[in-house]
């Protein structure tokens, strides 16, 4: 939003006010700070359109900043009226929605005075503040499309995908430490609750995708509520799941008791209850733009950790198939869909959809409602963090940097399997583990600098989903282990139609487990779950 966004200082002889304006850089350009501005005062004439100089008196305009509604003529006619009665701001309360003002290329030279949009509540609420007594000064700070929210987007992504990575490498560890050493086949630990093996499956799943987001697009004012519910209940079970995991590790007592001959652990209640209150504060306030977007990364961090280590993919081979369905697809909803829907970026629509910024970008035009718009509801599928830049937060409204959880879901699958394939080959180094977290943090990095040179969102999968798969297999290729990197596991999953390769084989989902229910399968062929 460079060179779009400005400021109003207005201020008398005790006090003084900012408001946010739009103006366009190709008018008389603005300063970038307010010391080397010139206050000028300000003539109320919003009872005026100001098209023609009838009805003006230019002392009454001379040398002062002018403020006029917006209408019946060009910005430029009203900018010319103005300068001919010896004006040297002009202000166009408005309304109606505001954009920055423009004209035909030949008119921008003809105008030698700045000239902004502001909102006309805006200036009725200075009148009431300031009276009749008050001076104006416009001024443009300089913004950058490098703001340090990227550098924390990145952090958050890049921690997120190699602590899931490595959690699920160390479940599958102690699950194979436990089957070794317990003859009784009392299994009590897990790589993943649910197994992706087969590549049917990963075409199914990813055609819901596909549907569900169509569904979304038609029937969004119904089914938003239904994935705000779902999404409330998946994240407090994964923020359980994360700060269980943490305390078990810390050997924190369980305090287990008795009640009616059922077993209770006070340790699970108090976090379940903690875990509860904290989904329950994001629904409630999940439109607070001021703070709630630390709660909302909050539960997306423990959704994305819980997810990865949950599923698990099988092999290399199920990695590709589902990594470029999934590639496939982001590209899809950013480049194809604008042709035939009306919106030019469904994922960012289905985030910024509701007024959750205080401007609306619709093509290269930037939108400011000249009202409060009561806002609607918006997917909760995005890591969110608020741009350092002070003063578009405060005047303009709050604008964020953005990252979808699938972004940091599917590679992280990727990398879940590297890690778990470095405890099935013993790599003390955990060679493909961190090879795999470096590719990722290289295509975020490329993600976030093809954004900023392009000024548009970017679907980080087209460069996330090259990086990790072609740094992986050519680890395996160089270290001779591309068969079974592709092949996965030393034993295979067969569909209950066929037979198992192997005599017996013993498949346990995680006992206990809040999610799954508890099953043995015990020379048997595998079942799909």
């Not at 010896?86 to 030949?106: C, D």
Request: glycine letters at 6%.
């Amino acid at each position: 939003l460079k060179q779009i966004k400005a400021i109003l200082h207005i201020s008398s002889a005790s006090t003084e006010q900012e408001f946010c304006i739009l103006y366009n850089h190709s008018w008389t350009p603005l300063p970038e700070s307010l010391d080397a501005t010139v206050p000028y005062p300000v003539v109320n004439l919003t009872s005026t359109m100001l098209c023609d100089p009838s009805g003006v008196s230019p002392e009454v305009v001379k040398g002062n900043a002018v403020v006029v509604m917006r209408g019946d003529c060009t910005f430029s006619q009203k900018a010319l009226v103005a300068q001919s009665l010896g004006a040297t701001t002009l202000l166009i309360a408005s309304n109606i929605t505001l954009i920055p003002p423009s004209a035909n290329g030949s008119e921008y030279s003809k105008v030698q005075i700045p000239l902004a949009l502001m909102r006309y509540r805006d200036f009725v609420e200075a009148q009431r503040v300031f009276g009749d007594e008050m001076q104006a000064r416009l001024y443009a700070p300089p913004s950058s499309w490098i703001d340090g929210s990227i550098g924390v987007m990145l952090l958050i992504s890049i921690v997120t995908v190699a602590l899931g990575g490595y959690w699920s490498g160390a479940c599958e560890r102690e699950r194979l430490n436990s089957g070794a050493g317990g003859a009784n086949g009392d299994n009590k630990a897990e790589s993943g609750d649910i197994a992706l093996y087969s590549p049917c499956k990963v075409v199914i799943f990813v055609g819901l995708m596909f549907g569900m987001l169509f569904l979304m697009y038609y029937f969004y004012n119904i089914l938003i509520y239904v994935m705000i519910a779902i999404f409330c209940i998946a994240s407090a079970t994964a923020l359980f799941s994360c700060i269980d995991a943490v305390l078990e590790k810390l050997g924190c007592a369980h305090g287990n008791f008795t009640v009616l001959n059922a077993n209770f652990s006070l340790r699970s209640l108090i976090l379940a209850s903690v875990c509860i209150c904290i989904s329950v504060v994001w629904a409630v306030y999940r439109n607070e733009d001021r703070w709630i977007w630390i709660l909302q990364d909050l539960l997306g961090v423990a959704f994305c950790l819980n997810f990865i280590r949950t599923i698990s993919l099988s092999s290399f081979k199920i990695c590709v198939i589902l990594l470029t369905l999934l590639l496939v697809y982001d590209v899809f909803f950013v480049f194809i869909t604008p042709f035939f829907t009306k919106v030019s970026h469904v994922h960012v629509h289905y985030a910024n959809l509701g007024g959750k910024h205080d401007h609306k970008i619709r093509g290269n035009v930037v939108e400011v409602p000249a009202e409060p718009e009561t806002p609607t509801e918006t997917l909760p599928v995005v890591m969110r963090v608020p741009w350092f830049s002070a003063w578009a937060q405060n005047l303009c409204g709050m604008q964020f940097s953005i990252l979808g959880y699938g972004d940091i879901i599917v590679p992280g699958l990727l990398v879940a399997y590297c890690s778990r394939f470095d405890v099935w080959i013993n790599s003390t180094k955990k060679i493909y583990f961190f090879s795999c977290c470096i590719a990722y943090l290289l295509g975020m990095i490329t993600t976030f600098a093809v954004m900023l040179l392009s000024r548009m969102g970017q679907p980080a999968l087209l460069y996330l989903v090259p990086f990790t798969l072609i740094t992986s297999v050519t680890v395996a290729a160089c270290r001779g282990e591309i068969r079974q990197f592709w092949n996965g596991t030393s034993y295979e999953v067969l569909d209950s139609s066929q037979e198992p390769l192997l005599s017996g084989v013993l498949l346990l989902i995680r006992p206990n487990s809040s999610s799954f229910v508890s099953c043995q399968l015990l020379l048997t062929p595998f079942q799909s779950l």
